[in-house]
């Protein structure tokens, strides 16, 4: 009778015991973290000594700080710049990457991809040297063409068009992916009735592809709605937040409160951006299902 118990015992348990790790590791990682952060954003800490308890004080000095506000702002820029350019590019690509008749269809694939898997500082890099003002590839065409020499990275009025050049350059194939999956799961016998309406492959796209890929395309606008206003390495390595502070974007300005050891502004700084990134989202969400 003892070991019948016993086994019935050990079998309720091992599933929690298989889970257990994942729960600890989430716990430690995820979640303690959260709520340390949390506790942070009410204090002044500057990495040692006891934490000052300063209530909602860290919020009313962001939320009444230009700093914080131009870098929402630079952001809000950015992803206008960014996300509706990258949708038509990735939808285009995605759409022609799905034909069949393609040849070389597998190596344009792998293109689209290689620079989402080539590490970003490295891209960056590069960037930095092909628009660079006085020795740039990119000033050198224009010079050969007659035209004077832009300041891509050292002028406002470039500086934010060329991190969003470098952002859909090195994300446009991940986009692609994710359209890529949508595409193969709609049901070639709707593009087939179309062909036999008369309907041509600019009607097609426009009134059976993109209406069917709503979900995915709203999927793709919310992660790269999260990527944006979390972008820190594009401008920490290009342009450093200038000139003049043109392309501090939210995430690198909560670097500056890091490197200033204001650990406290920075923890609310954070839950800021995590409040507004997701009632962006929300508000996505909101309109799809308006949509449907």
Do not use: C
Request: charged share 10%; net charge positive.
């Amino acid at each position: 009778m003892t070991t019948i118990t016993g086994a019935r015992t050990r079998r309720r348990l091992a599933p929690y015991l298989f889970v257990a790790p994942f729960v600890a590791v989430f716990i430690a990682f995820s979640i303690y973290p959260l709520i340390f952060t949390a506790r942070l954003s009410f204090t002044n800490w500057r990495g040692s000594g006891a934490a000052e308890w300063v209530g909602w004080d860290n919020y009313l000095y962001l939320l009444g700080n230009e700093g914080f506000w131009s870098s929402i702002a630079n952001s809000a820029v950015l992803w206008l710049l960014i996300i509706p350019a990258q949708l038509v590019i990735a939808l285009i690509a995605a759409v022609l990457l799905d034909n069949a008749k393609l040849k070389l269809r597998s190596l344009y694939r792998v293109a689209f991809v290689v620079p989402f898997v080539t590490p970003l500082v490295a891209i960056a890099q590069v960037w930095v040297v092909v628009f660079d003002q006085n020795y740039g590839a990119v000033n050198g065409l224009l010079g050969l063409v007659g035209l004077p020499d832009v300041g891509w990275l050292t002028t406002s009025e470039w500086a934010k068009p060329t991190l969003a050049l470098l952002f859909v350059w090195k994300t446009t194939g991940f986009i692609v992916l994710i359209l890529l999956s949508g595409l193969q799961s709609i049901d070639s016998s709707v593009y087939e009735a179309a062909d036999l309406d008369g309907a041509g492959r600019l009607r097609q796209l426009w009134s059976i592809t993109v209406p069917l890929l709503r979900r995915t395309i709203m999927f793709a606008v919310v992660l790269q709605t999260l990527a944006v206003f979390q972008m820190f390495a594009e401008p920490f390595v290009v342009t450093q937040g200038g000139p003049y502070g043109s392309t501090t974007t939210a995430g690198y300005y909560l670097y500056n409160h890091i490197t200033r050891a204001d650990l406290g502004t920075g923890a609310a700084n954070s839950f800021l951006l995590v409040i507004l990134v997701m009632a962006l989202s929300l508000g996505f969400v909101r309109l799809l299902r308006a949509k449907d």
